[in-house]
């Protein structure tokens, strides 16, 4: 495996740029923004804060700016590792199609090539995908596992209502505007409710999707990885400690299927969110940044969140 960084300092003081094979050791300030070369890939990520590492993955198209709620939240107690899956964002979308399995070893290489041992994995909705595959094939780059308005896939995961399906599946493969296919998906990524009472947070929230908007094929390759995975057989395997988040108002993932994952995955534990739609990082920040914490202090002692240094 070949890792190059390419790494800035937020305030544009300080630049770096770093080659080498597998490992090696990066100081990680108060805030930075880099881009690591995977396998030819360049993946575009920041990192924030110290402590006890949290990478997270985001979902469908999905880019670094919509944890923007987390990363205060999160960053005064853990390093926070946020980046754009292949495909979307400032990261590369090389030709798909893509798998979640592939997107899961760059994930971890990703955090190798930051010489972060193991980490408190977060993925959101496709990124919740990332996150399982991840917990399956690499049981020791997880601390915990969280995943937030997820599925398993395949035959056993509970499907969107047939409209609801349909404009999904519109909205990640037909050619659109940006800011169109922003302001297309709030309906199906925010609840009704919020979007009456938060109109201000609304308008944020489309210019948060719009600013790094994926290219159409981008889209279409991580929706192929999406619509061809299904975890449901190895579950099982999966031994972090995990939780699960579901909005009781996801119009796009019913809530049955926190109940899937519940179930397959010994020992985890299921909190619904009562109100809250498919964007639950968004829409409940509050709610969910507080699970996180007290989730990740419960696990931070599973294990040594940095590789062995070298003799």
């Known amino acids: 495996m070949h890792v190059c960084i390419d790494e800035t300092a937020v305030s544009g003081t300080h630049h770096n740029t770093y080659c080498y094979c597998f490992f090696r050791e990066l100081t990680v300030e ?22 006890v590492p949290v990478l997270l993955v985001s979902g469908l198209g999905g880019t670094t700016e919509l ?77 915990s596992l969280t995943l937030i308005a997820t599925q398993c896939g395949g035959t056993h995961a509970f499907g969107a209502a047939a409209e609801n399906a ?24 925010l609840s009704q409710d919020f979007i ?14 719009s600013r790094h908007p994926p290219t159409t094929d981008g889209l279409r390759a991580q929706w192929t990885a999406l619509m061809g995975y299904d975890s449901w057989e190895r579950l099982p395997y999966i031994t972090a ?10 119009v796009l993932v019913p809530m049955e299927n926190a109940d899937v994952l ?14 809250a739609g498919h964007s639950l990082t968004f829409e409940a920040a509050d709610a969910v940044n507080k ?19 070298n003799e």
């Open 241 to 250: 400690p995990t939780l699960i988040l579901q909005g009781d108002h996801d």
């Open 67 to 143: 944890w923007n709620r987390q990363v205060p939240a999160l960053s005064p107690h853990h390093q926070v590792i946020r980046f754009d899956n292949r495909g979307a964002g400032r990261s590369d979308a090389p030709p798909g199609p893509y798998t979640m399995k592939q997107m899961a070893s760059e994930a971890v290489q990703l955090l190798d090539a930051l010489d972060i041992w193991s980490a408190h994995i977060v993925g959101s909705a496709m990124g919740g995908m990332i996150a399982q595959e991840v917990a399956i094939q690499y049981p020791d780059k997880a601390l």
């Open 30 to 51: 108060d805030a930075r923004q880099g881009t690591a070369t995977i396998d030819g890939v360049n993946l575009y990520y920041e990192t924030t804060g110290a402590g």
């Open 262 to 275: 519940g179930v397959r995955i010994t020992g985890s534990r299921v909190v619904v969110i009562p109100g």
């Open 291 to 309: 699970l996180l914490l007290e989730f990740f202090a419960e696990n931070d002692d599973a294990t040594s969140e940095l590789a062995p240094e």
């Open 196 to 209: 009456q009472a938060n109109p201000t947070l609304v308008k944020e929230y489309i210019q948060v999707i």
């Open 166 to 189: 349909a404009a999904l599946e519109e909205l990640a493969t037909r050619e659109m505007d940006p800011l169109e296919r922003a302001s297309a998906w709030v309906p199906y990524l």
